[in-house]
């Protein structure tokens, strides 16, 4: 009796990190991701929005606007849903498993799953509600604001995720990298 409890609960705890993809197949986040996802936009009207700023704040400091990249946008949507689905704020991609949270790809080689260029940076950013307030976050953050307004890229991805029952509530990823 205690196995079937056991294997429901696996069961149940498998299923319940999948979010729907475009083609009606599920996206599995509890692991590494091979390239092939595409995660829905639950706000494309705020990614649309983060990507204008972007570029108008890089525009301002003299240097060149991103242009926007299909494996860099599906890259960073699937990080932002990765991180609401799996309750975690984390650079790397991590799985849940039955005995918690497990390391799956550093940052770099999961967006080489998406995108064939050259990724040169990644900012992640929880809680914020607003474009405006998490761009404000990263421009203040010396880190973060060197990889917005980094020279040598040439395009970009952004990403936006809610989840309500995870604990930020709201992810965000940018991506650039050089083609």
């Given at each position: ?112 799953k998406f ?13 914020y509600s ?50």
């Open positions: 009796m205690n196995r079937c409890i056991l294997l429901l609960l696996v069961l149940f705890s498998v299923s319940s990190f999948t979010m729907r993809m475009e083609s009606g197949s599920a996206v599995p986040f509890h692991k590494n991701p091979n390239g092939g996802e595409v995660v829905l936009s639950l706000n494309a009207e705020f990614e649309h929005q983060l990507f204008e700023l972007i570029n108008e704040k890089r525009l301002a400091k003299g240097l060149l606007a991103l242009k926007s990249n299909d494996g860099l946008m599906r890259a960073s949507l699937y990080h932002a849903a990765d991180m609401a689905n799996e309750n975690y704020h984390e650079h790397a991609t991590y799985n849940r498993t039955y005995s918690g949270l497990k390391l799956g790809l550093s940052t770099f080689k999961r967006i080489a995108y064939n260029g050259f990724a040169n940076s990644e900012n992640i950013a929880a809680g607003s474009p405006e307030a998490v761009l404000n976050a990263w421009i203040d953050s010396p880190g973060h604001h060197e990889n917005l307004f980094n020279k040598t890229a040439t395009e970009m991805g952004v990403g936006f995720y809610y989840n309500a029952k995870s604990e930020f509530g709201n992810y965000w990823v940018f991506e650039s990298g050089v083609q």
